[in-house]
């Protein structure tokens, strides 16, 4: 691997990790990612922008279950 080359992944790889939020224990998927952008890029192909995930929905609850919301609780009174 040329010096070169491992500094720009080196620095694509962090830039991941920044755009990622820092996230602990990823930088082996971070230096993947960056290595296969800078690969990608050398032989001609557009390289992907890493994204950081979106938080999940919460799912929606099974058809008759009862939620919290719907629970009868006693009046104060």
Do not use: F
């Amino acid at each position: 691997m040329t010096d070169n080359r491992q500094e720009r992944i080196r620095r694509r790889a962090h830039a991941i990790w920044e755009q990622a939020g820092r996230p602990d224990g990823a930088h082996q998927q971070h230096w993947d990612q960056a290595a296969a952008e800078i690969d990608g890029g050398e032989s001609g192909t557009k390289a992907k922008t890493a994204r950081p995930k979106a938080p999940a929905r919460p799912k929606a609850p099974a058809a008759g279950k009862v939620t919290s919301s719907k629970i009868a609780r006693p009046r104060k009174g």
